[in-house]
């Protein structure tokens, strides 16, 4: 029996919210909703006593899986590793399929944002590049070609 009817988000946890959700409207991601979040809903699911937390919904223009960001108010965040590489374990990056590569990465360095590595091209096929996004953030942009 399968379980899972759909893919609905990946949630990040930030601790500068407006910059973070900034960050991803400028590639094209639209805000769903917002809201604070606490109690004992947010309590039991997270297992934390105290949680409270700020939460902003991103969707892509085509309605299709979308992005959780979540900052905490209490307890205050834990600090991640600004500086994960790819192969460190945890979420590994977050993908965009973009129109335009080229413009898409001009677009994040004019705010400060720039590549680990370089632009790779996979069998004339796809064109690929990862960002370090807003505190640290991996953000795979890729455009098809060919």
Request: glycine residues 16%.
């Amino acid at each position: 029996m399968a379980y899972v009817h759909r893919f609905d988000h990946v949630g990040i946890t930030v601790a500068d919210l407006p910059s973070a959700t900034a960050f991803f409207v400028g590639l094209g991601l639209e805000v769903e909703g917002t809201g604070s979040v606490a109690g004992e809903f947010v309590e039991t699911v997270c297992g934390i006593p105290g949680a409270h937390c700020e939460i902003v919904m991103l969707r892509p223009p085509d309605g299709g899986s979308g992005l959780e960001l979540a900052s905490f108010i209490t307890p205050d965040h834990e600090p991640g590793s600004p500086t994960a590489m790819a192969n460190e374990i945890g979420l590994r990056n977050v993908s965009f399929e973009v129109g335009d590569l080229q413009a898409a990465l001009d677009a994040v360095a004019a705010d400060g944002y720039g590549l680990i590595g370089g632009i790779g091209e996979y069998e004339n096929s796809v064109r690929m590049a990862y960002v370090r996004g807003p505190e640290g953030i991996i953000v795979s942009l890729f455009e098809q070609v060919g």
